[in-house]
């Protein structure tokens, strides 16, 4: 969830995202209590603030440590196709 975060953040150029559970678990293929799940953990690290339908990026710096090492390889593939996302 890291990771779609963050390139989520890098397509829309902002740190405020509005996306539902629904919608979440849909683009990551799991179940809506795992985003639950794993959104109240971001929140509680202080990554994320999250209520329904929206999400604010705190700490663009945490999400990248939880993330995956792929994000950063499929960022640099991406900005290199497609050009540097805005922001």
């Given at each position: 969830?890291?990771?779609?975060?963050?390139?989520?953040?890098?397509?829309?150029?902002?740190?405020?995202?509005?996306?539902?559970?629904?919608?979440?678990?849909?683009?990551?293929?799991?179940?809506?209590?795992?985003?639950?799940?794993?959104?109240?953990?971001?929140?509680?690290?202080?990554l994320?603030?999250?209520?329904?339908?929206?999400?604010?990026?705190?700490?663009?710096?945490?999400?990248?440590?939880?993330?995956?090492?792929?994000?950063?390889?499929?960022?640099?593939?991406?900005?290199?196709?497609?050009?540097?996302?805005?922001?």
């Amino acid at each position: 969830m890291a990771r779609w975060l963050l390139r989520a953040r890098d397509a829309l150029g902002s740190d405020e995202l509005k996306l539902t559970q629904e919608f979440l678990s849909q683009m990551m293929g799991v179940r809506r209590t795992s985003v639950t799940l794993i959104a109240r953990t971001l929140q509680k690290a202080g990554l994320i603030k999250y209520k329904r339908g929206h999400i604010q990026i705190i700490s663009t710096d945490g999400l990248k440590e939880c993330a995956c090492e792929c994000f950063a390889t499929v960022k640099a593939m991406s900005d290199r196709l497609l050009g540097p996302a805005p922001g």
